[in-house]
């Protein structure tokens, strides 16, 4: 697939995307989604690839879904397609880790694009928030459910209530648990591929199970939870890099994991 919308690069083993429609703030149109989607996916299913980087530009991760695409659609139109939902889950989909860099705007779907990475590394710049209540719509993609696990309900309901009179800067997104990490925005994407190749050096199997039990979190009841977390750390003993880690601390040398 021939990508307009999106730039992707492969540093040694981090697939780096960078959205790319500068004249509209990276607005996440069908067709940059679809572009998004298809290199998620393929990056996901490459062996060589270790972690996945998503990112925009300095002045917008992504200011939204598309809005001039959208203004002229019906109710019937976005539910019969099932609007914003086949191509808007392939990040969240990502069995690899994938890390959002995100510098200036992260607004509507773009705050919720970065929320469905697995975290999410914030330049200075940055600004989150769910405009969509200025538009009379509500968000779509996630921001009224996943924002308050993130911020709190206090902090999400009067983002989501607000609009664009509430944004979050990238000072307080730390603060609240929206975003890991502060980097100036010079240095956020070094710092981003820094982080994602040290991840790289680590088991995929073992960082899929990982991941994938940090996510129960937020679906499953604690209980419930534990007990998953339980059975996927057993079903580690069953590979050979958890042989190979933990051999090598015993001989105080770094492991060489083979995804096995
Ligand atoms: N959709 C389409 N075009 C957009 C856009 C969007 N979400 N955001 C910005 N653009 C376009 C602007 O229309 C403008 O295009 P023209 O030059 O052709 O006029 C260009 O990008 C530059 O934008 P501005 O001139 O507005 O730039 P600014 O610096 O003055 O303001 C901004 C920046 C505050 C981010 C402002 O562009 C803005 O408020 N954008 C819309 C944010 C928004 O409401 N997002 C939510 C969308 S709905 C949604 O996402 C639903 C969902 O949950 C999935």
């Not at 960078?18 to 572009?35: G, V």
């Amino acid at each position: 697939m021939e990508y307009k919308n999106i730039k992707v690069v492969i540093k040694d083993s981090v697939g780096l995307i960078t959205l790319n429609r500068p004249k509209a703030l990276n607005a996440l149109s069908p067709e940059l989604m679809s572009e998004l989607s298809h290199c998620v996916e393929t990056l996901d299913s490459d062996s060589k690839i270790g972690c996945l980087v998503l990112t925009g530009s300095s002045k917008a991760f992504a200011a939204g879904a598309d809005i001039k695409e959208m203004r002229g659609k019906s109710y019937m139109d976005v539910y019969k397609s099932d609007f914003i939902t086949k191509d808007w889950e392939a990040v969240s989909r990502c069995r690899k880790p994938i890390i959002a860099a995100v510098a200036g705007y992260a607004l509507g779907g773009g705050c919720e694009l970065a929320m469905m990475c697995d975290f999410i590394l914030a330049g200075e710049s940055a600004k989150f928030g769910q405009p969509e209540i200025n538009l009379g719509v509500i968000p779509g993609a996630g921001g009224t459910q996943r924002l308050p696990r993130f911020v709190g309900k206090s902090k999400a309901m009067e983002m989501v209530l607000l609009g664009q009179d509430r944004l979050m800067s990238a000072t307080e997104a730390e603060r609240s648990g929206l975003v890991s990490r502060v980097i100036s925005d010079e240095k956020l994407i070094e710092e981003a591929l820094r982080t994602a190749g040290k991840i790289c050096k680590l088991s995929m199997p073992i960082l899929m199970m990982a991941k994938e039990s940090v996510k129960r979190a937020y679906e499953v009841n604690m209980v419930e939870g534990v007990r998953f977390e339980r059975r996927l750390f057993h079903s580690t003993f069953s590979t050979q890099d958890k042989e190979e880690g933990m051999a090598a601390f015993v001989e105080k040398r770094p492991p060489n994991f083979k995804d096995k």
